[in-house]
């Protein structure tokens, strides 16, 4: 696909207090569980991370946010920069449920708008979504401004909000399994029991 996948392994982890990204799932870390989800779709794996040592063993391209501690937009803007393609998968790396038909699909919503984001249950979700990487520099933009919610960025550009109703293959559990993301021990659990059936 004629797309990048970016992972934003950044975030302190506060609420989980370990590094969600590296939590086992059925014996394999949680982001080499995104890893190998994402990789029979997108080709160009970019992972961004302020800690590359940590990441090594997954043989994917890193690099490091230009503006650190600025959140999730900051490693969108850094994602983009590195990014050598024009349509971008953005995952975060608490998400053990990705789905690569789902990216697919959300892809192909971006010929003629700058990102295309799931709304689930009545809520965004910029950080499984698409983006385009002329966005690098609008992400910048809202950094330098003190803007630094995934939000403001949004307000700016053009987007296609994507909801359910979209997503016509899926069923309501698949979704809500797919837009899970760990931020607590409970989490942890919960997803540690729903891989077991997979």
């Known amino acids: ?10 975030g302190k982890s506060s609420r989980m207090g370990t590094n969600k990204s590296l939590l086992k799932i059925n014996n394999k870390m949680n982001i080499e569980r995104i890893r190998d989800k994402i990789k029979p779709v997108f080709d160009d794996i970019i992972l961004v991370t302020n800690d590359s040592q940590a990441y090594e ?16 937009l900051a490693g969108l803007h850094a994602g983009l920069e590195a990014s050598s393609h024009e349509v971008n998968l953005v995952v975060a790396c608490d998400m053990p449920f990705v789905s690569a038909e789902l990216a ?20 965004e979700q910029p950080l499984f979504a698409v983006y385009k990487k002329d966005l690098a520099a609008a992400a910048a ?21 994507v909801s359910e109703k979209d997503f016509t293959d899926l069923n309501d559990i698949e979704i809500q399994r797919i837009f899970f993301n760990m931020n607590h021990p409970q989490d942890y659990e919960d997803a540690k029991k729903w891989a077991e059936t997979e």
Do not use: N, W
């Open 1 to 10: 696909m004629q797309a990048a996948a970016i992972i934003l392994s950044g």
């Open 57 to 72: 063993f997954l043989g994917v391209k890193m690099t490091g946010d230009e503006y650190p501690g600025m959140g999730p």
């Open 104 to 123: 697919k699909i959300m892809v192909s919503y971006c010929r003629d708008v700058d990102a295309v984001v799931p709304v689930v249950d009545g809520k």
């Open 141 to 161: 933009k809202c950094i330098k401004e003190g803007r630094r919610r995934m939000k403001h960025l949004l307000d700016d550009v053009r987007v296609r909000y």
